[in-house]
């Protein structure tokens, strides 16, 4: 995942190449104005935690939070924040015991636009 800074409005697009590497389109999230503050607002060192174990593999909500040492209800909750601001994509599984929340990211680049 990518974050910037860039003068702009709020965009949802598919259209970041990376440089260097396979020609590859990556979801890209531009906000600005209330969602740049929600989005803002929401990255904490756990929300970024987050973040990044899931851009490697998708994981249920038990194994991240024994991989990061939280309850389960403190990291679900982080999880329905990231949802909620499009950063993450949740899907149901079946389990050993009953359904999983699987997450995924949803965006691989995120912006933020200070002037619009």
């Known amino acids: 995942m ?5 003068i702009g409005e709020f965009l949802y697009a598919n259209s970041f190449t990376r440089v260097g590497a396979k020609s590859m389109s990556l979801k890209e ?3 600005a104005g209330t969602d740049a503050l929600k989005v803002a607002d929401a990255l904490n060192s756990t929300t970024y935690r987050i973040l990044q174990l899931i851009s490697k593999e998708r994981l249920d909500v038990s194994t991240i939070a024994d991989k990061l ?3 389960e209800a403190y990291v679900s909750e982080q999880i329905r924040v990231l949802e909620d601001l499009k950063l993450i994509q949740v899907n149901y599984e079946r389990g050993k015991r009953g359904i999983r929340k699987i997450c995924a990211l949803a965006v691989d680049k995120v912006t933020i636009i200070i002037k619009p």
């Open 69 to 71: 040492g939280f309850s």
């Open 2 to 6: 990518y974050f910037d800074i860039l």
């Open 29 to 31: 999230l531009k906000v």
